[in-house]
C-alpha cells in the first residue's frame, strides 16, 4: 500500500475539503496523488483555482500538489486509501447530526473495493466509526469488514488560524482496526506528518482521545467564566486575578469568554449524548456546557444593566459589536457566540450595528439573519469588542472615543484592553 502511493500507482482521496480536509489533501499532494472531493461544486471549482474558499491559506499552498478536485463521486473509484473529513455538527437541541458522516460514508462505500482502506477523521463519540460508519460501508459495498477492507480512525488536530501547529508538526494519532491495518495507517500518515504519530491501542481510544482535548478545555474556560461572573459582583478584574494567579508555576492559564466554534463548543456533547445512551448522566461536562453557553446572554444582560445605569433609554440606544467569527483571525462563522449577544441584544430594543474584519455578510445574514456594516458609524452608547481580530487591536482609545458619544461603555470581553482604555467606561469578563 505505502510503496504504491509514494510511486503514484495509486492515489489517496480525501472526501470533506474544509477546514480539515484541504490542508490534508495539499500535504499529501506533495508527496503522492491525490483526489480531493467535495458535495460543493462550487467550493471545488474555487479550489481548482488555488483559491481556499475558508480563506485559511494562500494560493502558494497549491503549487506543486498532485491534486485532482471534483464533486464527482465516480472519480474516487481510482483511490485505496480514503480520508474522511466531514463536519460532524449538532442540531438545535445539541444532539449529533451524522448525516454528513453518513453521507460520506456511502459515498464511498459506493467505490470501495477489495484491499482499500478507510480511515476518519471527524470527531465522533467513542463507538461511532464501529457502530455506525462501517455497517454503512459495508452496505454499499457489498464487502465484509476487515476481510475485504479495512478501517481506522484518526482526529484530526487542525486549528483555523493558527500557522505554528500545522498538520505536519503536531503529532498524529491513529488507530486500525487489526495490527496490520494500524501500522499501515500510521505509515502512510508518517509521509507528511514530520513530528510523528501515536499509535492508539483501538480506534475508540483514538476516539476518545480527541474528544476529551475539547472537552478538557470546555471545562477549564467554563471555570473562568464562572469566576469571572463571582469577581464581577466582588468588583475586582477577573484578569488581574488570573495574572496574580499565573505567578505560580503550575497554574493552568486559561481564560473567560465566548465559546463557540465547531469544536470546543460541540465536540462535548457528542460524548455527553453516548454517555446518557450507556445509562450515565453526565454533570460536570453539561454544567460546563450550560455555563459557556450561557455567556453571550450573560454579557448582554451586564450591557444593558451598565446602560439603564447611565441612564440610557434603550430603545434609542445604539451598540457596536465588532467581530462575529467564533474566532480571531478567521473567517469561520460557524456556531459563532457574538451572533447570540447580538441577538440578545436585539431582544432589548438596541439598535445594533455588527462589524467584522474576516467574516462575509452574506454568509453572516443566511446563518445569523443580520448583516455586516462595512465600517463602523458614529455615536455608540456602547462598544463591545467580541473578538479580538488583529486589526482591532492596533486601534486605540481616541478611536473608539470618536464614534461614541461622550459618555460610552467599553466592553472589552477578553480583557485585551486592559489598562488601555482611561476615559470610557470600561467592562470586561
Known amino acids: 500500500m505505502i510503496a504504491s502511493l509514494l510511486q503514484k500507482d495509486t492515489k489517496l482521496a480525501v472526501i470533506g475539503l474544509g477546514y480539515v480536509?484541504?490542508?490534508?489533501?495539499?500535504?499529501?499532494?506533495?508527496?503522492?496523488?491525490?483526489?480531493?472531493?467535495?458535495?460543493?461544486?462550487?467550493?471545488?471549482?474555487?479550489?481548482?483555482?488555488?483559491?481556499?474558499?475558508?480563506?485559511e491559506l494562500e494560493s502558494a499552498a497549491f503549487e506543486g500538489?498532485?491534486?485532482?478536485?471534483?464533486?464527482d463521486?465516480?472519480?474516487?473509484?481510482?483511490?485505496?486509501?480514503?480520508?474522511?473529513?466531514?463536519?460532524t455538527p449538532v442540531d438545535k437541541h445539541n444532539v449529533p447530526n451524522l448525516k454528513p458522516l453518513l453521507g460520506a460514508s456511502e459515498t464511498v462505500g459506493k467505490v470501495l473495493k477489495k484491499g482499500d482502506y478507510v480511515v476518519y477523521e471527524s470527531t465522533v463519540y467513542p463507538g461511532c466509526t464501529e457502530e455506525d460508519c462501517i455497517p454503512v460501508l459495508e452496505q454499499e459495498s457489498g464487502l465484509k469488514f476487515v476481510e475485504d477492507f479495512k478501517v481506522g480512525y484518526s482526529p484530526e488536530r487542525i486549528n483555523p488560524g493558527d500557522k505554528e501547529h500545522t498538520l505536519s508538526r503536531i503529532i498524529k494519532v491513529v488507530s486500525g482496526c487489526d495490527d496490520e491495518s494500524l501500522e499501515i495507517i500510521a505509515k502512510t500518515y508518517e509521509i507528511v506528518v514530520e513530528a510523528?504519530?501515536?499509535?492508539?491501542?483501538?480506534?475508540?481510544?483514538?476516539?476518545?482521545?480527541k474528544i476529551i482535548e475539547n472537552t478538557q478545555r470546555d471545562l477549564n474556560i467554563a471555570l473562568m467564566n464562572e469566576l469571572s461572573k463571582i469577581f464581577d459582583l466582588l468588583d475586582i478584574n477577573t484578569f488581574d486575578v488570573l495574572e496574580a494567579a499565573g505567578t505560580k508555576w503550575n497554574f493552568l492559564r486559561f481564560f473567560p469568554g465566548l465559546v463557540g466554534g465547531h469544536c470546543i463548543g460541540v465536540d462535548p456533547y457528542y460524548l455527553t449524548y453516548k454517555a446518557s445512551a450507556l445509562g450515565y448522566d453526565p454533570e460536570v461536562i453539561l454544567s460546563g456546557r450550560r455555563i459557556n453557553d450561557d455567556m453571550s446572554?450573560?454579557?448582554?444582560?451586564?450591557?444593558?444593566?451598565?446602560?439603564?445605569?447611565?441612564?440610557?433609554?434603550?430603545?434609542?440606544?445604539?451598540?457596536?459589536?465588532?467581530?462575529?467569527?467564533?474566532?480571531?483571525?478567521?473567517?469561520d462563522i460557524r456556531?459563532?457566540?457574538?451572533?447570540?449577544?447580538?441577538?440578545?441584544?436585539?431582544?432589548y430594543s438596541l439598535t445594533v450595528d455588527v462589524v467584522d474584519a474576516y467574516a462575509n455578510s452574506e454568509e453572516v445574514y443566511e446563518e445569523y439573519g443580520y448583516t455586516l456594516k462595512e465600517e463602523p458609524g458614529k455615536g455608540y452608547d456602547a462598544i463591545?469588542?467580541?473578538?479580538?481580530?488583529?486589526?482591532?487591536?492596533?486601534?486605540?482609545?481616541?478611536?473608539?472615543?470618536?464614534?461614541?458619544?461622550?459618555?460610552?461603555?467599553?466592553?472589552?470581553?477578553?480583557?485585551?484592553?486592559?489598562?488601555?482604555?482611561?476615559?470610557?467606561?470600561?467592562?470586561?469578563?
Not at 25 to 51: H, P, W
Open 65 to 71: 500538489c498532485d491534486i485532482h478536485f471534483t464533486a
Open 384 to 429: 463591545i469588542v467580541a473578538v479580538n481580530h488583529a486589526p482591532y487591536l492596533e486601534m486605540e482609545e481616541d478611536y473608539f472615543k470618536a464614534i461614541g458619544n461622550g459618555d460610552t461603555l467599553f466592553v472589552d470581553i477578553k480583557g485585551v484592553f486592559k489598562n488601555k482604555i482611561h476615559n470610557l467606561e470600561y467592562w470586561s469578563l
Open 297 to 331: 446572554s450573560y454579557v448582554a444582560k451586564k450591557v444593558v444593566q451598565k446602560l439603564i445605569k447611565s441612564d440610557k433609554h434603550l430603545k434609542a440606544a445604539k451598540v457596536l459589536v465588532m467581530g462575529t467569527t467564533f474566532k480571531e483571525n478567521v473567517s
Open 196 to 209: 510523528g504519530v501515536h499509535r492508539a491501542p483501538a480506534i475508540k481510544v483514538a476516539e476518545a482521545a
Open 73 to 87: 463521486p465516480a472519480d474516487l473509484a481510482e483511490a485505496t486509501f480514503f480520508i474522511v473529513a466531514v463536519p
Open 21 to 55: 480536509g484541504l490542508p490534508i489533501a495539499l500535504e499529501f499532494a506533495r508527496k503522492i496523488s491525490v483526489i480531493g472531493f467535495d458535495i460543493n461544486a462550487d467550493r471545488v471549482a474555487q479550489m481548482k483555482k488555488g483559491i481556499d474558499p475558508s480563506q
Open 335 to 347: 456556531n459563532s457566540k457574538v451572533a447570540d449577544l447580538v441577538h440578545e441584544l436585539k431582544n
